[in-house]
Nanobody, 121 residues
């Protein structure tokens, strides 16, 4: 089973950038699709970006053109580059992995601690 740990969050001003990292343990990381999700206070967790084992990507409309998901299988890491950040991007960001359909559904038995992203002046 692959375990994923998120890092890279912080406080940033509107218009700023952050890069989140999702580090995986386990030798079969490369066969997994991985998704970045976020949950803002009082809201449901949502999928913001997804990358398949083959490198295909999908984004939520709210982040399209601003966020870029990528993966480095040699480092067992998936990144989320976030540019032109807005206050509404403020949330706890999580990553998780599995089949492409599992990532799309976002139904997991367990989640990591996530990393807090706060966009504020």
């Amino acid at each position: 089973q692959v375990q994923l740990v998120e890092s890279g969050g912080g406080l940033v001003q509107p218009g700023g950038s952050l890069r989140l990292s999702c580090a995986a343990s386990g030798s079969i990381f490369s066969v997994y699709a991985v998704g970045w999700y976020r949950q803002a206070p009082g809201k449901q967790r949502e999928l913001v970006a997804r990358i398949t084992s083959g490198g295909s990507t999908n984004y939520a409309d709210s982040v399209k053109g601003r966020f870029t998901i990528s993966r480095d299988n040699a480092k067992n890491t998936v990144y989320l580059q976030m540019n032109s950040l807005k206050p509404e991007d403020t949330a706890v960001y999580y990553c998780n992995g599995g089949s492409a359909l599992t990532v799309l559904a976002g139904r997991y038995d367990a989640w990591g601690q996530g990393t807090q992203v706060t966009v504020s002046s």
